[in-house]
Each structure stands twice: as structure tokens, then as C-alpha cells.
């Protein structure tokens, strides 16, 4: 008999998966599978009643209860192009989401792997759909036929403003330090789309007015600190030399000119690590842990953790745990090594739990608390 129900919590999903436990430095992490069977889920944003709004990457968006229902796709999600790395990719909801029921969501649009970006109504009753969907921002510049190094995230200031991370396409490297693209960059626009009039290069002929920084390569997650002051990103080196940095207006952080990797045939790519006017990342890796989705914790369930960032890895399949002090980078922790999951996304749930998404093409949630 118990054998039997045990069987079709198995085949159905229903039950909680067994957990599974790893050490750290504030004592064992408890990893359980909140939902399975989403393919490729690439973002995930809590909604005030802990539900979750979830991506996945060749196109949909749907909602998971918090006991890992999964609803059915909603409608009104734009047509995206998917295929490889190219898909629907962010979801985030507006600051002010209770009130107004705003999201914004980045895909890419078209063959060439274009990102465009979205304002849309999350109407949440029992069939949850996008209405009001406009496209606010699209991404100028991506050569055809490169469709890899597609970003995006998006985060929004505490003014309103959105910060988006647009990739460098695998394209001519240059474009990542010219301004009249949008290749390589994090652009600044307000939630209708428009250029706030205080954006680095606005007024600057030829420049895109978007425009918030530049010489980026692949920027998978970003995220505001805790008091919303200090933006960060990570982004994806090439053969090594993957980055954090702290994001400030109109700076060059300097791809393809420095940095700490080689190209994937072991070619050299940079002259030097550093050269006046550029920045230098925070934090780097090298070997290349290839990080996607970050998410600052307010050390809920781990105190001794709050203010710290949190990074998902898809190579390394790992949680890597980094504490701040300022702008620096102090020290690193690797987490649940054994997993064997690419970690797509990290974010802190209203429990103050990790809530993971694995990449994979039936992805899942994981929930990561302290062990009791
Ligand atoms: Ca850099």
C-alpha cells in the first residue's frame, strides 16, 4: 500500500521530492524541488501572495503555486523567436505591481536575436493573461546570424527607471565600445520606453541615447543592492575572465579591449587586463563559471548572510555565494556543488528562502533554506 501511493507521488510530481543536503559555512542547506517539468525556465519573479511568475525560454510564461502547480500558459505573451540561447527570457514585475498589476518581460524578437522589451498588464484571475502588451525598447545593431551572447535582465531603480543588460551577439567586438548600438550595453529607459533626459550620452551625436554603460559582453544577471543604491551585473567572459561589476553611468567596462580570458580557440583576445578609462570588475573567474540571474539576500533565514549576492552557475552548477563590503568583492563561497544542475536563475523568495530555477529542458524550482 505505501508503496503503491509512494510510486505516484513519484510518477505524478505531487508530493515533495526528497530533499537533498549540503554543507556551508552558515550549516546545511536543505534543497527541495518545489516544481518540475518547465522547459528551459529562465526567470522568476515572486508575486506578492508568494505564487510565482515564471519564464521559459521558447516562449511561455506561466504561474506555480507555491505547492508547484504549474498553470497553463498565459496568453498574450508576444511571439518570441526561439532557438538556441534565444527565447523569452527575463520577467520582472513593476515596483509598484500590488497597485498598477505591471510587468515587464525582454525576449528576443527576431532571427538576428534582437531583444525587445515589454510593458504589459498581468491580469491574474482564473485564466492569467498579458494584456496591454507594448514594446518599449528594441534593441538596435545585432548582426544577423549570430544568435549567442543574448543577455537579458532587467532591474528597476527605485525612481522607476529600468536598467536592461543587452549582450554582444558573438558580433564584431567592437560594437560593444561603440555607442551607436545597442550591442554590449545596459540601457536606462523610463517604464513607457522613453530616454530619461539625465542619460549619459543623450545629446551626444551619433551615440544611442539608452545608453548607461558600455564594453559589456554577456550580462545574465543583474540587480540592484539592498538599499537600491549601487546597481551590479555579472557577466559572461569568453574562455575565462567572467565578471562582476558594479555598474555606474556613462563607464567603459572595457570588452573586448581588457580582461582576464582568451578566446574559445585559446587565441589571445586582450592586450592587457586594465587601461585607463576602463573599469575593472569587482570580481572575475577565472576558469569560467558561466553565471546567470543574481539576487542580493536580506538575510531572513541566514542572517549572517544578509547584504551578500547570490549567483547562479551553469557550468560550474553551483550557487556561488559572494560577500560585499562597498564596491569590493570580499570573499567567495561555493554552494551546492553535487547538485548537478545548471542554475539558470537565484532569487529570494518572501519566506527568505533561495528559490532556484535549473536549466535544463524539464527545468525545475528549487527551494534552499537552512536545515532545522
Ligand atoms: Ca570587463
Redesign the pocket.
Known amino acids: 500500500m505505501s508503496r503503491s501511493i509512494i510510486c505516484l507521488l513519484c510518477l505524478f510530481g505531487a508530493g515533495p521530492a526528497a530533499a537533498q543536503t549540503f554543507p556551508s559555512s552558515a550549516g546545511d542547506l536543505v534543497v527541495e524541488t518545489v516544481a518540475r517539468g518547465l522547459v528551459n525556465p529562465w526567470s522568476l519573479a515572486f508575486l506578492p501572495d508568494a505564487r510565482m511568475l515564471v519564464t521559459e525560454r521558447p516562449g511561455r510564461m506561466r504561474i506555480v503555486s507555491r505547492d508547484g502547480k504549474l498553470s497553463p500558459p498565459l496568453g498574450g505573451v508576444p511571439q518570441v523567436y526561439a532557438r538556441g540561447q534565444a527565447g523569452l527570457l527575463d520577467v520582472t514585475l513593476d515596483r509598484d505591481y500590488a497597485q498598477n498589476h505591471t510587468v515587464y518581460a525582454c525576449f528576443n524578437a527576431d532571427s538576428t536575436g534582437a531583444v525587445a522589451v515589454v510593458r504589459a498588464r498581468l491580469v491574474d484571475d482564473e485564466t492569467p493573461r498579458l494584456e496591454q502588451v507594448e514594446t518599449i525598447f528594441r534593441q538596435a545593431g545585432p548582426p544577423a546570424g549570430n544568435a549567442a551572447n543574448l543577455a537579458c535582465r532587467i532591474a528597476q531603480a527605485g525612481d522607476r527607471n529600468l536598467f536592461v543588460s543587452l549582450g554582444d551577439h558573438f558580433g564584431p567586438r567592437d560594437d560593444a565600445q561603440t555607442l551607436g548600438n545597442h550591442i554590449g550595453k545596459i540601457v536606462r529607459i523610463r517604464p513607457d520606453g522613453t530616454v530619461p533626459p539625465d542619460n549619459p550620452f543623450v545629446g551626444r551625436p551619433g551615440a544611442k541615447p539608452e545608453i548607461w554603460s558600455y564594453?559589456?559582453?554577456n550580462a545574465e544577471g543583474l540587480a540592484f543592492d539592498l538599499d537600491g543604491r549601487r546597481l551590479w551585473e555579472q557577466?559572461h567572459?569568453p574562455q575565462g575572465?567572467d565578471?562582476i561589476?558594479v555598474v555606474e553611468k556613462g563607464k567603459n567596462?572595457?570588452?573586448p579591449v581588457?580582461?582576464?580570458g582568451i578566446d574559445y580557440s585559446g587565441a589571445k583576445i586582450h592586450d592587457s587586463t586594465e587601461k585607463p578609462g576602463?573599469?575593472?570588475?569587482a570580481w572575475?573567474w577565472t576558469p569560467s563559471i558561466a553565471p546567470s540571474g543574481m539576487a542580493f539576500y536580506d538575510g531572513r533565514l541566514w542572517p549572517a548572510w544578509r547584504g551578500n549576492l547570490f549567483n547562479g552557475a551553469l557550468k560550474f552548477q553551483m550557487l556561488v555565494r559572494l560577500e560585499i563590503d562597498g564596491t569590493r568583492v570580499t570573499r567567495e563561497e561555493r554552494l551546492l556543488q553535487g547538485l548537478r544542475e545548471r542554475i539558470r536563475d537565484v532569487r529570494e523568495g518572501p519566506d527568505g528562502a533561495l528559490w532556484l530555477l535549473t536549466d535544463n529542458p524539464s527545468g525545475r524550482i528549487l527551494r534552499v533554506s537552512p536545515a532545522k
Open positions: 564594453g559589456h559582453r557577466e567572459g575572465g565578471e561589476n567596462y572595457g570588452w581588457i580582461g582576464f576602463m573599469e575593472q570588475p572575475h
